[in-house]
Structures are given as structure tokens and as C-alpha cells.
């Protein structure tokens, strides 16, 4: 797994450098919160949120999920998926989902912290997101069994109260209208669960990071 992003290992430090210092040391400073779970009743998962600097930008990385998969068809979402029982934390389990999908060794990611828990609104998973940045460009290999394409995003689209972002949006699933948060990105949308993490995810930091207004 990398070092931490200072100088001579990330080399200058770039705006891209301070803002996942800062991003570490906020998520190191707080104690995520945890959702109980008696008994059996939701299964867990863990995600990978996947920051990186394509030119200068500060970006997401998310996947456009196959209709093969048995969860979230078609949805945009984050390189992750269940806890396996030989799986010794939340960071092991979103480290091995993300190399399995999209080709990123768990040695060329640092981990910069954990955020809260959060409870899927269809399938009814528990989902742990852990928050690394990892190297850009990349040779990402996709699992085109679950992975129909890569998407990123840049952070700035997260800010609260941007154009395209929206706190009651609907949208229709498998026959059934949700209303979530969501966030529009040249054609695609972003919600749920998903949304709900890059929701929180800028309350936490968005205040206290630097993001270019405008950048694609």
C-alpha cells in the first residue's frame, strides 16, 4: 500500500497532495459512525471511494454496473462489494472487491480514512466506505462480467447546492420510484446509497478543501 502523500513520495506537494492530506487528517480526527446490525437481518458490504488527480483535477472514480450482476443492475456505483468471511476489515474487503473489478492493486492505494455507515435502499446491505486515493493515469483492467464502463467524476460536481445536484430526486428501479439524493454528470446519475456517501463525504470536507470552480 503507498505511503502518504507528501513530498518524495507524491512528490511537490500539488493541490491535489494537501487536499488528501486534509481529507486523511479530517477522517482521522472523527470516529465513523456504525450502524447495529442483531442477528442476521442485513448483510455487509464495504466500497472503495476512489480519489485520484486526472490533470490537475480532483476526481471520483465510479463503475457503470453490468445487468449481469445480482445486485444494483445497471446503477453507478463504487468499486465494492460483501464481506467475505476470510475478510479481516472493511478496508481488506473494498481493497480485494476493487482490485477483482476494476484492476487496482490494494499496494497502489492509500487509505486516507473510513466514513459512516450506510444502509442500502434496495438490497438492504450495510456498506462500509473507505475513502484512498490511487495513482492516475492507471491500467485499470475491468471485470466486464460486473463493470459496463468506468466513469469519473470530478469532486467539484459534489459541492452542496451545485447546478445538477438534487436532495429529492426521484427515480425509478426495477419497477419501483425512489426518492434520493443525486447528483448529474454529463448524462449520468448518481444516487442512492452512492450519493448518500458522496453526500457525507463533502459535509465532511467540502468546507475546508479548495476546489476549482467550473473544471472538467
Known amino acids: 500500500m503507498s505511503g502518504p502523500c507528501h513530498a518524495g513520495v507524491w512528490g511537490s506537494m500539488l493541490p491535489h497532495d494537501n487536499l488528501c492530506r486534509t481529507i486523511r487528517e479530517i477522517l482521522g480526527a472523527r470516529t465513523p459512525r456504525t450502524i447495529e446490525n442483531p442477528g442476521s437481518a442485513h448483510p455487509h458490504a464495504a466500497v472503495l471511494v476512489p480519489l485520484l488527480d486526472d490533470k490537475g483535477v480532483s476526481k471520483i472514480l465510479f463503475t457503470k454496473r453490468t445487468d449481469r450482476v445480482e445486485h444494483h443492475k445497471g446503477e453507478i456505483s463504487f468499486p465494492g462489494g460483501a464481506v467475505d468471511d476470510g475478510d479481516r476489515s472493511a478496508e481488506e474487503t473494498a481493497l ?5 473489478e476494476v484492476g487496482i492493486l490494494p499496494r497502489d492505494v492509500e487509505i486516507l480514512g473510513r466514513l459512516d455507515d450506510f444502509l442500502t435502499m434496495v438490497s438492504s446491505f450495510i456498506v462500509h466506505p473507505v475513502v484512498g486515493r490511487v495513482p492516475f493515469p492507471y491500467d485499470f483492467v475491468i471485470n466486464r462480467a460486473e463493470v459496463a464502463r468506468l466513469i469519473l467524476v470530478p469532486l467539484e460536481v459534489f459541492k452542496p447546492g451545485r447546478p445538477g445536484s438534487n436532495g429529492n430526486f ?5 419497477g ?4 434520493s439524493v443525486a447528483y448529474e454528470y454529463e448524462g449520468d446519475v448518481i444516487w442512492g446509497a452512492t450519493a448518500r456517501i458522496m453526500q457525507k463525504f463533502m459535509d465532511l470536507v467540502g468546507d475546508k478543501i ?3 470552480a467550473g473544471k472538467k
Not at 480485494?96 to 477483482?100: K, S
Open 96 to 100: 480485494r472487491e476493487a482490485h477483482e
Open 170 to 174: 426521484p427515480v425509478e428501479y426495477r
Open 176 to 179: 419501483v420510484t425512489y426518492r
Open 210 to 212: 479548495d476546489l476549482p
